[in-house]
């Protein structure tokens, strides 16, 4: 690690806050940095614990072998270039991801849209992002957001739709919540059909049905209009197609009435969001996957946009419409063009900026239409069309819709490679060249976070074994490549800094256009500028964004330089689809629809967080959320596994059943999280259908309709300190098996230990002697006593009268605290201590509240059960609970006061 302090940023979401490795080699937040002042949330917290990292992927592999870098290369150029002979360009696809930095996005882009010559790459920023870009393209005329985290301190009404800010974007959440004391006036609206912690921290929480947005914000737009509370000089001046959204919006079916009945929502709480967003002088709407994720959630981003343009809040200090980005370079490929609908540095493929890439890159084969978006492009390898596929840091078998498909896919797929830094992923095992990536830490270069500032990360640490930076994998195979094709060589590039200075000169190709992203002040950038580039947001000379290059006015960079309202067209089709379904499902109790997301402590597909014991333990195994009384009326007991099941197609997973009353009655809510090794089987992708947005092509990860039933187990299983791996991957044991890493402190010796704790179950009994079996054949040196009472039994596995493990099954849900069992590991055999845990005397499980100081909600009501009366601040110096990065002050509350002061309408 770093000798000196060295300034980098937090890999993980795309609030791209600022992080120091200081002198002591610890992870702190930069206070000098724009995003977070020095702050950091659990995350970011645990970077350092994120670097001791399991099971690295440390050298080239081809079908499972170990290779030498320059035999991979040789291998993937060959087969690139008989592709491109044998059927085309149109054959080859790459898959890569908002989590690459720009330099490698830029040499990525290149080889494919310059020098293959298709358009085929597409990121996994199309399941993120896509929906917003596509609105700002529409609206603005370019991918703009034109906002700053700035001006959430200077605006009067902050509406956040579709996004639990709290739990993702937790350092933009603190900077709403520290601009909310500064100013008691400014209110909070939250929109999700879930009451999430966001929500409960709102003045004001519409909890509409799913997808009723369009149908939300078509009523806030009647309601402007009819109230006459427009900006009419702005529209004038700056918008075009107002008069048509008139028409559009002014009808009874937008009528506050007929909105708020449609939407299930109280008429008195969605009057006074219209009137708080018609009366106050400056308001920001912050977006995200509620959004984004949807059949019409390009529409939506563009109806939050169409209200901010018509009221004029937009392009002054304090206001206007932010999509939050997701991933932590999900802005920077964008700007360097990195989806399949994009040429490159925000240009299309319109003919004259064909002719201006082609000729910048000298490309040999320029790609001069769109290519396949994700889900067509996975369709298209699954059909055999695709024949070659590079996929780069993404892990599509789990994260894209209907993965099983994806798994098939890639099953059948000639040739598909994967870069990543572990080969522990669904979507690596199915590769056929693995490729070991640099991760964070141990490579370099810029990332742009959602308010456009450029940050450098910058490595403090080696590689592990041969792994190599993400740009440098695929300059070799672009040099290689361009060998065979007998054409000069495109990818020279000798650091980060040759290449980032290409990229920079590229984007000078926009000076003389409207457009806005700009970066060519950078094209001769010295290495030693760029090594000690501090972070600056675009436009480069400090401007607002949506300023005239030429003046004080406003431009968006459209042929007429307004901005266009845009009129949905997914709404009455899709409002009245929502409408049957949603009224189908409610009708048939066991049709339910899904919404899926994020928890506060997991990071995607865990491959970065799942071994981090203090972060596993906010949520242990793969769960469903249903409301309790739903779930009662389903008869689904909480504790128990259920099946989720599509309903048109066979595909299904397990899950373990909790309650959660902030869902609405016929709403289920799974975290995508659960993955690989973690969950088995259980992932939540595995019952979501292909569907997406028209116009974006981002899949509805939101709602989906499932059936729920209860899973028939016979028996439940948990075991410490035995390792199950060899039972768990790809063809797992039993039909349920989730682990969990966690980490503890042997009472004998004071020692740390990680060990994984499996839960498993099956639809037939789990037999005494299969367990005895596979721990003998696991442990040979052991002893395995059986401990027998009734519905279960508990297997103490033994060496030398230590007990090394313990396996719990039972015919009923298991619901033991971990502390307690783990209490008896690496000790000496306690019968009796055992054996009062086996007649559940032992104590029960009990959630994790605080991460940051591992305070369980068991602490808190001990404490307030001793001292009732006491509040937050002396509960939170007697436990610590919440005093780092706050996410979980609003969960403490919970318990502190049964009444929440929110406004809530169902
Ligand atoms: N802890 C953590 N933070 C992360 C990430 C992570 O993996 N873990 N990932 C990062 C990434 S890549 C992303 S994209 C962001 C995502 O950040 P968010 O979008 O904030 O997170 P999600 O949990 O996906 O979904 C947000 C909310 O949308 C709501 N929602 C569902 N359907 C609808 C609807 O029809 N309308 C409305 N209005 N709301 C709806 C859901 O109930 C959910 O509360 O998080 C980033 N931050
Ligand atoms: N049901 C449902 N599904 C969803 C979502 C949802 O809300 N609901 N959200 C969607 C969204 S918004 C997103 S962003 C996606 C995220 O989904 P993914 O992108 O598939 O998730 P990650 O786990 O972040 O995958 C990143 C991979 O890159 C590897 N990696 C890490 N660092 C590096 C590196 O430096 N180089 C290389 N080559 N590899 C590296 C990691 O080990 C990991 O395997 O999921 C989407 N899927
Ligand atoms: S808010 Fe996002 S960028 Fe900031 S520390 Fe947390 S995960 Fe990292
Ligand atoms: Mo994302």
């Not at 030429?550 to 009455?572: D, M, Q, R, W």
Request: aromatic residues 8%.
């Amino acid at each position: 690690m770093a000798k000196e302090c060295i300034k980098s940023a937090c890999p993980y979401c795309g609030v791209g806050c600022g992080v120091e490795i200081n002198h002591k080699n610890q992870i702190v937040g930069d206070q000098t940095h724009p995003a977070n002042k020095g702050a950091l949330c659990v995350k970011g917290s645990a970077l350092a614990e994120s670097l001791d990292m399991p099971s690295r992927l440390l050298y080239p592999r081809i079908k499972g072998d170990q290779v030498e870098w320059s035999n991979a290369i040789e291998n993937i150029a060959d087969k690139l270039y008989r592709t491109m002979e044998e059927y085309g360009p149109q054959a080859i696809g790459m898959y890569v991801s908002g989590q690459l930095l720009t330099e490698d996005y830029y040499v990525v882009n290149k080889l494919m849209k310059g020098f293959v010559g298709t358009a085929n790459i597409d990121t996994n920023s199309r399941l993120c992002m896509s929906s917003a870009v596509a609105a700002h393209v529409r609206a603005f005329g370019e991918d703009i957001v034109p906002v700053s985290y700035d001006d959430i301190a200077h605006t009067d009404l902050i509406v956040i739709v579709g996004a639990n800010t709290a739990w993702t974007h937790p350092i933009l959440f603190r900077r709403i919540q520290q601009a909310r004391e500064a100013n008691p006036n400014v209110k909070l609206v939250v929109i999700d059909p879930r009451k999430t912690i966001t929500a409960e921290q709102a003045d004001l929480h519409l909890q509409i049905d799913n997808d009723g947005d369009v149908l939300l914000f078509n009523g806030l737009l009647n309601y402007l209009i009819s109230q006459k509370a427009l900006n009419n000089p702005f529209i004038e001046q700056y918008v075009n197609g107002y008069d048509e959204l008139e028409t559009s919006v002014l009808i009874d079916d937008y009528s506050m009435e007929t909105v708020s009945q449609k939407l299930s929502v109280n008429p008195v709480l969605l009057e006074t969001f219209y009137q708080w967003f018609a009366q106050s002088p400056t308001a920001m709407t912050l977006f995200c996957q509620g959004v984004n994720q949807s059949e019409s959630g390009t529409d939506k981003a563009n109806n939050i946009i169409n209200a901010h343009l018509i009221t004029g809040k937009i392009g002054q200090s304090g206001s206007g419409p932010f999509s939050i980005t997701g991933q932590p370079n999900a802005m920077g490929g964008r700007e360097v063009g990195g989806l399949a609908n994009q040429l490159a540095v925000h240009r299309g493929f319109d003919e004259h900026s064909i002719k201006q890439v082609e000729q910048f890159w000298q490309a040999p084969n320029i790609a001069t239409s769109p290519g396949l978006k994700a889900i067509d492009l996975f369709n298209a390898v699954e059909q055999g069309e695709i024949k070659f596929l590079w996929i780069m840091a993404t892990n599509p078998a789990v994260s894209m819709p209907n993965s099983s498909q994806v798994k098939r896919a890639l099953e059948v797929c000639d040739y598909v490679v994967v870069s990543d830094i572990t080969s522990h992923t669904d979507t690596a095992q199915l590769a056929d060249v693995l490729l070991p990536a640099s991760g964070w830490g141990e490579k370099q270069g810029m990332v742009t976070n959602s308010e456009r500032c450029l940050t450098r990360q910058r490595q403090f640490t080696a590689p592990p074994g041969q792994a190599k930076s993400d740009w440098w994998m695929v300059a070799q195979v672009g040099k290689a490549l361009c060998q065979k094709l007998g054409v000069e060589s495109g990818f020279e590039f000798q650091s980060e800094a040759d290449v980032f200075r290409e990229y920079a000169a590229l984007s000078g190709i926009n000076r003389d256009t409207p457009l806005k992203f700009d970066l060519s002040s950078l094209s001769n950038i010295t290495d030693e500028d760029y090594a000690a580039w501090q972070p600056q947001s675009w436009p480069l000379n400090g401007q607002p964004v949506l300023q005239d290059k030429h003046g004080p006015s406003l431009y968006f960079p459209t042929p007429n330089g307004k901005a266009n309202v845009v009129i949905p067209n997914t709404i009455n089709a899709y409002n009245d689809k929502v409408k049957v379904e949603l009224d189908e499902c409610k009708s048939q109790p066991k049709t339910w629809w899904l919404n899926s997301g994020r928890q506060r402590d997991q990071w995607h597909t865990m491959t970065r967080t799942g071994h981090i014991s203090h972060l596993a333990a906010s949520e242990v195994e793969p769960t469903l959320y249903l409301h309790p009384i739903a779930a009662q009326q389903a008869q689904l007991t909480e504790g128990t596994l259920v099946n989720v099941r599509h309903p048109n197609h066979d595909n299904q997973f397990i899950a373990r059943l909790a309650v959660d009353s902030g869902l609405t009655h016929q709403q289920a809510f799974m975290s995508m999280h659960w993955a690989g090794k973690f969950s088995g089987q259980s992932q939540v992708n595995t019952s979501l259908a292909s569907l997406a947005d028209p116009h974006s092509g981002q899949p509805a990860f939101k709602s989906q309709p499932v059936i729920i039933s209860s899973f028939p187990t016979s028996h439940y299983g948990l075991s410490i300190g035995v390792d199950f791996s060899s039972l768990n991957y790809l063809a797992p044991r039993w039909p349920y098996m989730s682990l969990q890493h966690v980490e503890f402190t042997a009472a004998r010796s004071n020692a740390l230990y990680q060990q994984g704790v499996w839960r498993f179950a099956d639809v037939n009994a789990i037999t005494k002697s299969e367990i005895q079996a596979f721990v003998q054949q696991q442990y040979p040196n052991s002893q395995c006593l059986i401990l027998d009472q009734d519905s279960s039994w508990l297997a103490v596995i033994l060496v030398s009268n230590v007990v090394i493990g313990v396996v719990f099954v039972s015919t009923q849900p298991i619901d033991l605290s971990l502390d307690l069992l783990q209490s008896f590991i690496r000790e000496k055999f306690n019968l009796g201590g055992l054996l009062s845990v086996l007649s559940a005397k032992g104590g029960h499980a009990s959630k994790l509240v605080c991460s940051c100081f591992r305070v369980t909600e068991q602490d808190i009501l001990d404490q307030l059960d001793h001292s009732p009366n006491m509040g937050l601040r002396e509960l939170q110096n007697t436990l610590s609970c919440g005093k780092n990065c706050g996410s979980c002050i609003p969960e403490i509350k919970r318990y502190l006061s049964q009444s929440i002061d929110v406004v809530t309408i169902k």
